[in-house]
C-alpha cells in the first residue's frame, strides 16, 4: 500500500513479539541499529500495533506466548486485509517439522531458532526486509497513474473500501469529492493531445497541492476525470476544499479558447457526504452519488460545484 511505513520512515519497522522480556531485549539491541524497533510482550498488544496507521514493516513473533500464542497471532494477521502483507517471521525453540510445516501453512515466511545466533538474525531479517520494500514498491507502481503520477483509481477503491468501514466503525462523515474538466475533448482536439495529456499533468499536480492532511487522497478517475476521498469530513468542510480545488485550477490560468465557460481550463465538481452505516450499503453508494452531484453541475452550465448532503435529509446546494 501507498501509505506502508516505510514509505515515511527513514527505517523500516520491525515489531519483536516476545512475553520474555529478556528476549525482547536482546532482539530489539541487536536491531536497533539498522531498523526502528518496536516491541509487544503479548499477542493482543502485537495486534494491536500491527493494525496501527502506519503498521511494521516486518514481524518477529515467538510462538510460545500465554494467552494467545505466536500460531494464532499469525493466523489472526493473516485473515485480515490490512495486515496480511506483513512477513511474519517465528522465533522459536520448537524444531520439529511439523511445527515449521503448520507455521509456513499460516503464512510465516521463515523461523529462526532459539537459542538465537545474532548474524542469522540480522541476515533473515535483512533478506525478507529487502523483498518487502521490494515488494510494496511494485504495489505502489501499480497503484500510480502512468500520466499524473497521481494515485489512480484500483488504489482510491481500495482506500474507499477502507475508509468505508471505518467510518461504519467510528460514526464519522466520509466525503468523495468527483471532478470533472471542462470541455476536455474540444481541448484534446484543438491542441493535440501531446497538450492534452501535460494539461492533465499540471491539473493533477494543482489538486494534490490543494490538500493539507495526510489522510486526504486525490487520485485520477480515468480520462479528465480526479476524486478526491475525505475521511471524516463534514459537508462544509468538503465544500471548502471543492472551492480549494477550483481555485488551485483558476490560479494555473491554462489557456481553453473552445470552453464555452471560460476562456481558461475549468473544473465541475460534484461533492457528497454521508455517514456510512451497515444498511448503507456498499462504498459504491458514494461514487454513484458523487456522480449526479457532479452531472448536475455539468447539466447546470458546469464551472461549478454541486453538493448533495446526505447527512442533512438529501439537500442538495449549488454554488456557481
Same mark, same amino acid.
Given at each position: 500500500?501507498?501509505? #506502508?511505513?516505510?514509505?515515511?520512515?527513514?527505517?523500516?519497522?520491525? +515489531?519483536?513479539?516476545?512475553?520474555?522480556?529478556?528476549n525482547?531485549?536482546?532482539?530489539?539491541? +541487536?536491531?536497533?541499529? %539498522?531498523?526502528?524497533?518496536?516491541?509487544?510482550?503479548?499477542?493482543?498488544?502485537?495486534?494491536?500495533?500491527? #493494525?496501527?496507521?502506519q503498521?511494521?514493516?516486518?514481524?518477529?513473533?515467538?510462538?510460545?506466548?500465554?494467552?494467545?500464542?505466536?500460531?494464532?497471532?499469525?493466523?489472526?494477521?493473516? !485473515?485480515?486485509?490490512?495486515?496480511?502483507?506483513?512477513?511474519?517471521?517465528?522465533?522459536?525453540?520448537?524444531?520439529?517439522? %511439523?511445527?515449521?510445516e +503448520?507455521?509456513? $501453512?499460516?503464512?510465516?515466511?521463515?523461523?529462526?531458532?532459539?537459542?538465537?545466533?545474532?548474524?542469522?538474525? $540480522?541476515?533473515?531479517? $535483512? /533478506?525478507?526486509?529487502? +523483498?518487502?520494500?521490494?515488494? @510494496?514498491?511494485?504495489?505502489?507502481?501499480?497503484?500510480?497513474?502512468?500520466?499524473? &503520477?497521481?494515485?489512480?483509481r484500483?488504489?482510491?477503491?481500495?482506500?474507499? /473500501?477502507?475508509?468505508?468501514?471505518?467510518?461504519?466503525?467510528?460514526?464519522?462523515?466520509?466525503?468523495?469529492?468527483?471532478?470533472?474538466?471542462?470541455?476536455?475533448?474540444?481541448?484534446n482536439?484543438?491542441?493535440?493531445?501531446?497538450?492534452?495529456? @501535460?494539461?492533465?499533468?499540471?491539473?493533477?499536480? =494543482?489538486? *494534490?497541492?490543494?490538500?493539507?492532511?495526510? =489522510?486526504?487522497?486525490?487520485?485520477?478517475y480515468?480520462?479528465e %476525470?480526479? !476524486?478526491?476521498?475525505?475521511? %471524516?469530513?463534514?459537508?462544509? &468542510?468538503a465544500?471548502?476544499?471543492?472551492?480549494r480545488?477550483?481555485?488551485?485550477?483558476?490560479?494555473?490560468?491554462?489557456?481553453? =479558447?473552445?470552453? !464555452?465557460?471560460?476562456?481558461?481550463?475549468?473544473?465541475?465538481?460534484?461533492?457528497?457526504?454521508?455517514?456510512?452505516?451497515?444498511?448503507?450499503?456498499?462504498? *459504491?453508494?458514494?461514487?454513484?452519488?458523487?456522480?449526479?452531484?457532479?452531472?448536475?453541475?455539468? /447539466?447546470?452550465g458546469? #464551472?461549478?460545484?454541486?453538493?448533495? /448532503?446526505?447527512?442533512?435529509?438529501?439537500?442538495?446546494?449549488?454554488?456557481?
Open positions: 500500500m501507498l501509505s #506502508n511505513s516505510s514509505a515515511h520512515a527513514e527505517r523500516p519497522t520491525v +515489531l519483536v513479539v516476545d512475553d520474555q522480556p529478556t525482547v531485549q536482546a532482539l530489539a539491541k +541487536l536491531l536497533k541499529d %539498522e531498523y526502528r524497533v518496536q516491541v509487544a510482550t503479548s499477542g493482543s498488544k502485537a495486534l494491536d500495533i500491527a #493494525n496501527q496507521e503498521p511494521p514493516d516486518l514481524i518477529l513473533l515467538d510462538i510460545e506466548m500465554p494467552e494467545m500464542d505466536g500460531y494464532e497471532v499469525c493466523r489472526a494477521l493473516k !485473515s485480515d486485509s490490512r495486515t496480511n502483507r506483513i512477513p511474519v517471521i517465528f522465533v522459536t525453540a520448537r524444531d520439529a517439522v %511439523e511445527d515449521e +503448520l507455521g509456513f $501453512r499460516l503464512g510465516a515466511v521463515d523461523y529462526v531458532s532459539k537459542p538465537f545466533h545474532p548474524a542469522i538474525v $540480522r541476515a533473515r531479517v $535483512r /533478506n525478507h526486509m529487502r +523483498l518487502k520494500i521490494k515488494t @510494496d514498491l511494485l504495489e505502489k507502481l501499480a497503484m500510480l497513474d502512468g500520466l499524473t &503520477g497521481i494515485p489512480n484500483r488504489y482510491l477503491n481500495e482506500r474507499m /473500501n477502507h475508509e468505508w468501514q471505518r467510518a461504519i466503525r467510528e460514526s464519522r462523515p466520509l466525503s468523495l469529492v468527483m471532478m470533472d474538466i471542462d470541455y476536455f475533448k474540444p481541448y482536439d484543438q491542441y493535440g493531445h501531446g497538450a492534452g495529456d @501535460d494539461c492533465l499533468g499540471k491539473v493533477a499536480k =494543482a489538486l *494534490q497541492g490543494a490538500i493539507t492532511r495526510p =489522510a486526504d487522497l486525490v487520485a485520477r480515468g480520462g %476525470e480526479f !476524486s478526491a476521498l475525505l475521511p %471524516e469530513t463534514d459537508t462544509t &468542510g465544500l471548502h476544499v471543492a472551492t480545488f477550483q481555485e488551485a485550477i483558476a490560479a494555473l490560468q491554462l489557456p481553453h =479558447a473552445y470552453s !464555452s465557460v471560460s476562456s481558461f481550463i475549468t473544473l465541475s465538481i460534484g461533492v457528497v457526504t454521508l455517514i456510512p452505516t451497515v444498511d448503507t450499503g456498499a462504498a *459504491q453508494k458514494l461514487f454513484d452519488l458523487a456522480d449526479e452531484a457532479l452531472y448536475e453541475s455539468k /447539466n447546470h458546469r #464551472n461549478r460545484i454541486t453538493v448533495k /448532503n446526505i447527512c442533512a435529509q438529501d439537500e442538495d446546494v449549488a454554488q456557481s
